[in-house]
């Protein structure tokens, strides 16, 4: 009897995978939003794109990718063994690495846009205990501690 129960119980479990690959089979955005979620996108509704333009969108992202091809490899930064990093922020295209006593700021070159890096390091006299920084208003807010003894 047991068997029996269990025979039955995948034969149901098959009709309903059917039942799902018919209704996917079917569905035009189902299947487009499958393809979304396989290559790490999420749906946004609120943009009000159709199905057909962001399949259209979709199609041409991948194709960037399977033609994309480092030109040149560059190191921007690299943090000094031992030295302690505090944080790192992006805002705007511009990244910016706190580090004990500098700040350093940098952003990616673009070969096809003819974008060069470009990095800038301010040296503080304090520790970088917190920052935030607002590119487009040039502004730079740091939070520190001196080691000096008062």
Known sequence: MMYLSNVHTISSLLKVNRGFR????????????????????????????????SIKALG???SKWDKFDVDEEQILMRVPEGEHTWGAATAGGVHAVAMKHEIVFFTLPSNSRGIQSRKQTIPLDFRVTG????????????????????
């Open 60 to 62: 041409e992202y991948q």
């Open 131 to 150: 920052f935030a920084f607002y590119p487009q208003a040039d502004v730079v807010a740091v939070v520190g501690q001196t080691d000096r003894v008062m």
């Open 22 to 53: 018919d209704l996917i089979r079917r569905s035009l955005r189902i299947q487009h939003k499958v393809d979304l979620y396989v290559t790490g996108l999420v749906p946004n509704l609120a943009t009000g794109v159709t199905t057909v333009d």
